[in-house]
């Protein structure tokens, strides 16, 4: 029977634990009664041994920063990857490691498409953090797979919904590409790769249709009632598009392929 440890338990580790086989563990720094989850900083060396000690034969994390900072990110992503790395091999255990990533490792912000083989040159602390935190996996001797999501809607994760309800304008232009990923598509790619036999190294998750923000605010909004917010096709485009071609030629198929697809879920009207 597997053994998985969640590293971190927020939303999509909990979608994802319903959906997994055998035995599964969820720890995280301030669990509450209802989580199931064993309370272990990541960054708790002594208490990470412990635990990791139980021998499994996978690991996912899924972790979050206790604050949006530079400081935040490096105590958040690479400190523990950094401990778990040393703690495994004190161990001599040598368990598969899922690390959900983001996009955000890349710099590109003029329309261009990415994918695995893109140069990561990330223009934020976040993308830097996390691109810092995947190295020390990947420069591990652990079989590690990272899985780079984009933005993650669904039931719970309504912000860009809520906005448009209140007809508030997204803080940024309506002319970047965007890129995202159903919640629930997000758990079951996750469950996906670790079951692959023989993964590769990195895989994009994202839906099939980078589109422009401004068709998903107006598209939203008129499902809502809501008038069109109207922008300047002069404006240059930024942003990035990412390909899951990756993804898909593993054999995952998406319950949502696009974000009309995804909001349906959300905007019957839709």
């Not at 002319?175 to 919640?183: D, E, G, K, T």
């Amino acid at each position: 029977m597997t053994k998985t440890l969640l590293i971190g338990y927020g939303d999509i580790a909990r979608r994802l634990r319903p959906i997994l086989a055998g035995e599964v563990v969820a720890m995280r720094r301030h669990p509450v009664p209802e989580d199931d989850a064993v309370a272990v900083d990541a960054n708790d060396r002594a208490a990470l041994r412990s635990l990791l000690a139980q021998d499994f034969d996978q690991i996912l994390v899924t972790l979050t920063p206790s604050e949006r900072s530079d400081t935040g990110y490096r105590l958040g992503y690479v400190a523990p990857m950094q401990q778990l790395v040393r703690v495994l091999a004190d161990l001599h255990l040598s368990p598969r490691v899922v690390f959900v990533s983001s996009t955000s490792v890349y710099g590109q912000n003029q329309g261009e498409w990415v994918d695995e083989s893109s140069p990561t040159e990330p223009g934020s602390y976040a993308g830097r953090r996390l691109l810092e935190a995947e190295t020390v996996l990947l420069d591990s001797q652990l079989p590690v797979t990272i899985a780079r999501l984009t933005g993650i809607y669904g039931p719970g994760r309504e912000y860009l919904l809520n906005q448009v309800r209140q007809g508030i304008t997204p803080g940024r232009s309506l002319l970047a590409w965007s890129n995202r990923i159903h919640a629930e598509d997000a758990a079951r790619a996750l469950r996906h790769l670790l079951a692959l036999p023989a993964p590769d190294r990195v895989y994009l998750v994202s839906d099939s249709k980078p589109v422009l923000l401004a068709e998903v605010v107006n598209g939203l909004a008129l499902a809502v009632g809501k008038a069109p917010i109207e922008q300047s096709m002069h404006a240059p485009f930024t942003g990035k598009r990412v390909r899951n071609d990756r993804l898909l030629a593993s054999g995952f198929r998406l319950h949502y392929p696009n974000w009309r697809a995804g909001y349906k879920t959300l905007v019957p009207g839709l």
